[in-house]
């Protein structure tokens, strides 16, 4: 069974940073482009990152470009985004997820984490 | 980048009733659309993939279509349990980008 499990979510002040955590199980993760997606309070899905299974192509919105960074260890099954200059938009729900391969529509999707950036 | 337009914004119907959903890509995407089904608090479902090809275990009600620029998403008998906010999502280029979404309403 696939699981998606993310972490790292909370409270931090505007111009802040924080590393948000997704732990993957039941697939070979590092054969998939994983994903993240967020949605603010109220709000539409806006995906944010992607990266490709072996990690050396990496894809972003233009709204966290050169802000975010999305990386991940094959070997902990992890997915990570780490989140610097952070603003108030960028409050929202984040959720990680698993595409088809390198299809990228979304079968599975994590819980998600709450980012609340606010001073 | 590709914009991805849903309508209506919201709609209201009865059980039973047969429900489509528009959704219009800036440029041609040929297939490379997806459909998602989210309740509140939740996290998104697949529905449709590939504009036409229903994920397992979706209910049979739901369908999809279209190619190039515009497509639908249909119910065709509404029932209770699809009280929810639906988006499309077009997976032919980065950046991905989703539709603002249709909020369906029971009557």
């Known amino acids: 069974e696939v699981q998606l499990l993310e972490s790292g979510g909370g409270l931090v002040q505007p111009g802040g940073s924080l590393r948000l955590s997704c732990a993957a199980s039941g697939f070979t993760f590092s054969s998939y482009t994983m994903p993240w997606v967020r949605q603010a309070p109220g709000k539409g899905l806006e995906w944010v990152a992607a990266i490709s299974g072996s990690g050396d192509d990496t894809f972003y919105a233009d709204s966290v470009k050169g802000r975010f960074t999305i990386s991940r260890d094959n070997g902990k099954n992890t997915l990570y985004l780490q989140m610097n200059s952070l603003r108030a938009d960028d409050t929202a729900v984040y959720y990680c997820a698993k595409s088809a391969g390198t299809t990228m529509y979304f079968g599975n999707w994590g819980q998600g984490t709450l980012v609340t950036v606010s001073s | 980048d590709i914009q991805v337009t849903q309508s209506p914004s919201f709609l209201s119907a009865s059980v039973g009733d047969r429900v489509t959903i528009t959704c219009r890509a800036s440029q041609d995407i040929t297939s490379y659309l997806a459909w998602y089904q989210q309740k509140p608090g939740k996290a998104p479902k697949l529905l449709i993939y590939?504009?036409?090809t229903l994920q397992s275990g979706v209910p049979s009600r739901f369908s999809g279509s279209g190619s190039g620029t515009e497509f639908t998403l249909t119910i065709t008998s509404l029932q209770p349990e699809d009280s929810a906010t639906y988006y499309c999502q077009q997976l032919h280029s980065y950046p991905l980008t989703f539709g603002g979404g249709t909020k369906v309403e029971i009557k």
């Open positions: 590939a504009a036409s």
